[in-house]
């Protein structure tokens, strides 16, 4: 027996396979190359593929196979590791989408020694072109975004290969202590796509443990699930594993605070995603705390179980993390990359999509401000503006086929009644602020039915002038003085109409690019029948 290969501690590279494609050979031979002298391997094959386990076997002969009957996501698989295998060492795990350096595994078991670390990652590169830096670890804020310090398509020039503590390494090449990986309990139940490797890093913190990012171990990685899995809603997914994860792991005294926090900035993405037409990506962080409301029996009893891994303090868990938010950070500081095969380019750019954003909350603030008195003193009865009953009122009237109008008489109660009760019920009885919404409500549609209508307009600046001119018509405004609220529909929903018959006309984005001198561009498309 080899000397190296006794002195060395073993290491078990566990990869869970799922329908590979045809290059996943050279993932195999790259595990096979490793010049580390004490590895083993073990494959968990989802779906029971028999096809799969012959690949890997022609390879790796050697290697340990097994076949799990269906797919329970890599996390759930991956803790298969913790039945089958026993013993002192490291466990990585790694997807079956990843190429290894030879060198790899030595340079990870090497730095996680000398920087007495608990969990260390590679550098990530990109699988068709390695010149291009994909990943080097994540920073992550108190809402569990993840941060990085590389830019889409940068080159890598050494400029990232220092050695150094992060929040979060990627779970497609991660080494760990098997004692950590056992007292951790594994990868978190339920996180069955997204998140597996932000908990695991997350709760190593917490029992004191450093998450290292070794730079010199380079690991190609395809990061091709969006395109592998595109039955599933990944935006979401990974929303409600973010919010899932800061529910459970954040202190017991900083968790309503954060949560507040996170419905805040929730509400902030949600105006900034309508804006610029990206609302289902807004939308998608008040959408993971929402799933938090029926999980909340699990979430506690989760809460149970990590609270015996709490070895370091929350405050200092807290400064490990960054201040604000990863996300509008990343929104108001937008870079262009520019990769000409020599060098890339980094400069700072104001993006496109920044301005409407700051002029459509511009006009939210305004219009706010400008109803402030409104807001203070209610809504007074003027003209088609009422006051709405209580909501035990309106409910009584409802089911009463009574009416007190006029001199009495029974007749059919308005379906209106029941909304009412029902809306001023969810709002804690506060009838007032729904029909506040009513009116305030118009006025916002018509600024966004505006900038929506104008899509057309090729120029995001002609687009922007045509809805701070909707917004400067004084008609809402004097509606709202008078009490007229049909005015005000009317002054919400004109531009929707506009832009329906637009796109029933089939009336396009008009773009330029690439016409010539003697071309006329076609700004009609073909109408769907929907």
């Known amino acids: 027996m080899d000397p190296a290969t006794t002195t060395a501690p073993p290491v078990v590279a566990v990869c869970v396979v799922h329908q590979p494609d045809e290059q996943f050979e050279t993932t195999l031979v790259s595990l096979r190359d490793q010049d580390y002298p004490n590895l083993r391997h073990l494959f968990l094959v989802t779906d029971g593929d028999e096809a799969t386990k012959a690949r890997i076997l022609a390879v790796l002969p050697d290697a ?63 699988w068709d072109d390695p010149r291009v830096v994909v990943s080097v670890g994540h920073q992550v804020d108190r809402f569990g975004e993840l941060h990085s310090e590389v830019e889409p398509g940068e080159l890598d020039q050494e400029q990232h290969d220092a050695v150094r503590d992060v929040f979060k390494v990627g779970s497609a090449c991660l080494l760990i202590r098997a004692d950590l990986f056992r007292s951790l309990g594994g990868f978190a139940d339920g996180s069955e796509f997204h998140g597996d490797a ?16 070794v730079p010199a171990a380079r690991v190609r990685h395809r990061a091709g699930l969006a395109v592998r899995r595109g039955d599933l809603s990944h935006r979401r997914m990974e929303a409600v594993a973010r919010a899932r994860t800061v529910a459970t792991l954040t202190g017991r005294w900083r968790t309503p605070v954060v949560l507040l926090q996170f419905v805040i900035v929730g509400v902030v993405e949600l105006i900034v995603g309508i804006l610029t037409g990206r609302p289902r990506e807004g939308a998608a962080s008040l959408y993971g705390l929402a799933r938090l409301i029926p999980a909340l029996p699990g979430l506690l009893a989760r809460r149970r179980t990590v609270r015996p891994l709490r070895v370091v303090p929350d405050t200092e868990i807290a400064a490990m993390q ?48 400008g109803s402030r008195q409104l807001i203070a003193h209610g809504l007074a009865p003027v003209g088609q503006f009422v006051t709405l009953p209580a909501p035990g009122d309106a409910w009584q009237q409802f089911v009463s086929p009574w009416r007190d109008t006029g001199f009495g008489g029974s007749s059919a109660a308005s379906p209106s009644l029941a909304l009412v009760a029902g809306v001023g019920w969810a709002l804690g009885g506060r009838t007032g602020a729904l029909a506040m919404l009513g009116v305030l409500a118009p006025l916002l549609l018509g600024y966004l039915g505006a900038w929506r209508a104008l899509a057309f307009v090729p120029s995001r600046r002609a687009r922007l002038g045509g809805t701070l001119v909707y917004a400067a018509v004084p008609l809402p405004y004097t509606a709202i003085a008078t009490g007229r609220w049909g005015v005000l529909a009317a002054y919400g929903g004109l531009p929707w109409i506009f832009r329906w018959i637009r796109r029933a006309g089939g009336l396009v984005v008009l773009d330029g690019s690439g016409w010539g001198d003697d071309e006329v561009a076609d700004a009609v498309a073909v109408v769907s029948p929907r």
């Open 322 to 369: 960054l201040g604000g938010s990863a996300r509008l950070r990343r929104f108001f500081r937008q870079r262009v990359v520019h990769n000409d095969g020599v060098e890339a380019v980094v400069k700072r750019t104001h993006d496109a999509d920044r301005l409407p954003a700051f002029v459509g909350l511009g006009l939210v603030v305004a219009a706010i401000v």
């Open 198 to 213: 932000l908990d695991l890093c997350w709760r190593a913190h917490l029992t004191g443990a450093r998450v290292i990012v």
């Open 64 to 126: 340990l196979v097994r076949l799990l009957k269906d797919n329970p996501g890599f996390p759930a698989a991956a803790n298969r590791v913790l039945k089958l295998i026993e013993g002192q060492g490291f466990f990585c795990f790694c997807h079956d989408d990843v190429v290894l350096d030879p060198d790899a595994m030595s340079r990870l078991v090497e730095e996680l020694y000398r920087s007495n670390a608990g969990i260390v990652g590679p550098k990530l590169v990109d």
